[in-house]
């Protein structure tokens, strides 16, 4: 009944190229969520690069250079080469060579983040044996001190995680796809909230309007108000 439109970002399914340059550039932002804990991202809405001169594509592309160099490097430790190698083996399925209708979201990241504890446990070890007995508890100070930002940062996203609405209303650092704003609708749907429900229908169809899913919920809801005109449209 409603023919299929790609999403906002549906060139990346028809240009390689944009393909290549934009999740290069999602790569970098992987890396840098592994290290450093943002905002949610439950599905982002990917920034399309078209040319590989732009900065973020060239920054993804030097820290995937990086991340390659520590897994394949014979000088490097062990734990290092299999942290690194790690992130790289997990996030290559999500890295585009196949088209994902979600390119990018935090759930991409749950099995690269043991990576990355194996990345910061063997940083932490070489800076511990590199130390004087005296520096030890500079070290430990300042150890802490790099700590507490991601306590902080943990605490809250466990918050945030905890139930789909509190997920799904979290404030987010990027724009989210269109099926975050469906998906609040099917929270204030079953919490009564039709108005507000509505409100998100449209603001998913107005981002996508060939998202099905969405075309059906609103006719469904315009029904239940007894506004059969405005339902069968």
Known sequence: QYPPSPPPWGEIYVDPWVRAWTMS???GKSLLRLF????????????LHRSWTQWP??????ALCVMAG?????????MTAAGAGWILAALAPVA?????????ADRYLYLPMAGA?????????????????HETAALAVLGTLLILPWARASRQRAREWSSDKTLFF???????SPRVSYNRALILLSAGRAAEAEAQLLDALRRHPGFAEA????????ESFGSLDRARQ
């Not at 905002?39 to 920034?47: E, K, L, N, S």
């Not at 585009?96 to 990018?104: D, E, I, K, M």
């Not at 504890?117 to 007995?133: D, F, H, N, P, T």
């Not at 979290?170 to 989210?176: D, F, K, L, T, V």
Request: net charge positive; aromatic share 8%.
């Open 36 to 47: 450093i804990p943002g905002r949610p991202a439950i599905d982002r809405t990917p920034t």
């Open 57 to 62: 594509v060239l920054a993804g592309f030097a």
């Open 170 to 176: 979290a404030p987010a650092a990027e724009a989210q």
């Open 117 to 133: 504890a194996w990345l910061m446990a063997a940083a932490a070890g070489a800076a511990a044996a590199r130390v004087r007995r």
């Open 25 to 27: 550039a999602e790569a």
């Open 70 to 78: 520590l897994a394949g490097s014979s000088g490097a430790a062990t």
């Open 215 to 222: 075309w059906t919920k609103l006719g469904g809801l315009y």
């Open 96 to 104: 585009g060579f196949a088209p994902l209708y979600n390119p990018t």
